[in-house]
């Protein structure tokens, strides 16, 4: 395992209702992906990610944003079907031995590409799911049937643009498409921790981002540089709080909230996970 100090934190927004209907909304996920060995192996993340899929309603397609595809421009994925990408390094062969073989979303990408009138978004054929979108979605559902589409995060932009871009995207949540931000709340691959122990500044950052989401001050947590110290710790990059941000432009004001995955890896990761 790397060591970094990441909490896991799931906040799933929306019911978790067995009597799900398509004219109801899909949750909304934001899933702290962690370190990439978790998806193999056995682990209170893994474990409950597995749990979080028995009990989601079955969606018509996933729309991941994650933090490893970043790009110039606003891109979607087309690609049908998309490849598994084993984007790092330095872990064992069981890793790039896994597969997620699942069927693109292409009429969902091309109704995502309409439905942005803000900025130009982009067709993608290239890229595939890389590890923030497959190693959570391949424990929530093992068998790799559901339709899954990418949308990249344009690194030139501001936090602000990445919230706004989300509200354009909120219709999907009525058409059966689960939505799923895969990040990190806290994520400093610098400061990793082996021995257990967990950095006060990310228990700190972590708790101003929790608070803030219960309280519904996105404004606070766009601005999230305003946390002083803590934040430049825990968001040394924001490639891993961004997927946050589309999570909360895409939530609705009737959406409950609920956490998952609480707790840190490795010092400096936060696998919060929320919904």
């Known amino acids: 395992m790397d060591a970094t100090s990441t909490r896991l934190s799931l906040n799933v927004f929306g019911q978790l209702a067995a009597g799900y209907a398509r004219t109801e909304r899909m949750p909304l996920l934001f ?134 871009l989300a509200q354009q995207l909120a219709f999907l949540r009525r058409r059966g498409v689960l939505i799923v931000g895969s990040g990190n709340i806290v994520h400093n691959l610098q400061m990793l921790q082996r021995n257990g122990r967990v950095y006060d500044w990310a228990v700190e950052f972590d708790t101003m981002v929790k608070e803030r989401l219960e309280a519904h001050d996105d404004q606070a947590l766009i601005a999230y540089e305003q946390f002083g110290q803590a934040a430049r710790l825990a968001v040394p990059t924001n490639d891993h709080y961004l997927p946050l941000l589309y999570t909360l432009g895409l939530r609705d004001p009737q959406d409950t909230l609920a956490f998952f995955n609480d707790q840190f890896d490795l010092g400096c990761y936060f696998l919060g996970d929320h919904g």
């Open 31 to 164: 899933i702290g992906h962690g370190n990439p060995i978790l998806a193999i192996t056995d682990n209170v993340f893994r474990r409950t990610w597995v749990e979080l899929g028995q009990h989601l309603p079955q969606p018509s397609a996933m729309l991941c944003i994650s933090a490893h595809w970043q790009t110039h421009g606003t891109y979607v994925t087309l690609a049908d079907p998309p490849r598994t990408i084993h984007d790092f390094a330095s872990f064992p062969q069981a890793l790039f031995d896994q597969d997620y073989p699942a069927p693109g979303a292409v009429d969902y990408a091309r109704m995502t590409i309409a439905a942005v009138q803000t900025v130009p978004t982009h067709e993608d054929y290239t890229w595939g799911l890389d590890h923030g979108a497959w190693c959570v979605l391949k424990p929530m559902f093992p068998t790799a049937t559901i339709p899954i589409f990418q949308l990249s995060l344009d690194v030139q932009q501001p936090a602000a643009y990445h919230y706004a």
